[in-house]
């Protein structure tokens, strides 16, 4: 009898455990590149621990194999759609900075060399970098683990899983992405098409100079003079799309 009673917590472990990997295994900082699989599994196995630990009694498991399998996978889905809240958050601040570095010049070896070149990476390197310290410092990761445990109140373990809900919110949060990378670019991009009107108008007033010669020059460092000025704006985004990001997880769940 003990033995089947344990079995059966078993069994509700590895449902859990999948439903927590999701968020681990791709939400940072926990999915950072730097962080190895192996200890994204077992954070996620202790997380899953933690998560059957608040659970008052185990839940009935399928027993067919394949529905178990079935189960897992869904848990699984849910998971990595937790994650993708902060994974796209992350990626709305690293399509900003692509942006931003290919504006101001220091991307330009992406369009000679498609593939090739990664001219872009240090402006997305220093970006990535900054977002995801000031998402732990606003308590992103702890607000995020703390989202991942009320799941298995509102969508209990072996229960339904709103497909539909998951692809809603999976859509909302890629146009709060996109919406995040135009406010990281927005500032060197008007200062760009701003520089680029001032260059016109001198052209077209003095013919004679060359504006080749010194117009990528002087859009480097506006660019670089106006991405120092707006770096210090980063903390309000991140903060602003992750606690929009939470709004909508509410609300879907």
């Known amino acids: 009898m003990q033995m089947m009673a344990e079995t059966t917590w078993i069994l509700t472990l590895l449902p859990a455990t999948c439903r927590v990997a999701g968020v681990a295994l791709i939400a940072p900082p926990f999915g950072a590149e730097v962080v190895p699989v192996r200890l994204r599994l077992m954070f996620a196995a202790v997380l899953g621990v933690a998560a059957v630990g608040r659970l008052g009694s185990p839940i009935q498991p399928p027993v067919d194999a394949i529905a178990f399998v079935g189960l897992a996978s869904l848990e699984l889905l849910l998971g990595v ?19 931003i570095a290919q504006q101001i010049g220091i991307g330009l070896g992406d369009a000679l060399q498609p593939g090739e070149l990664d001219a872009s990476g240090p402006v997305r ?19 995020l683990l703390g989202a991942t445990l009320r799941t298995f109140q509102v969508i209990p373990l072996g229960g339904e899983v709103p497909l539909a809900g998951l692809l809603g919110l999976t859509i909302k949060l890629l146009a709060g992405s996109f919406l995040l ?73």
């Open 181 to 253: 990378a135009l406010k990281v670019a927005g500032p060197v991009l008007a200062a760009m098409l701003l520089t680029a009107v001032v260059f016109g108008a001198v052209q077209r007033t003095l013919p004679s100079c060359n504006l080749l010669s010194v117009g990528l020059p002087v859009r480097v460092m506006l660019g670089l003079l106006v991405l120092a000025a707006g770096v210090t704006l980063l903390p309000g985004l991140i903060e602003s799309a992750w606690n929009q990001a939470e709004m909508v997880m509410t609300s879907s769940f």
């Open 81 to 99: 759609t937790i994650g993708l809240a902060a994974r796209l958050l992350l990626s709305g601040v690293q399509l900003g900075a692509t942006h």
């Open 125 to 143: 390197r220093l970006f990535t970098v900054l977002a995801i310290t000031i998402f732990i410092c606003v308590g992103g990761a702890e607000s």
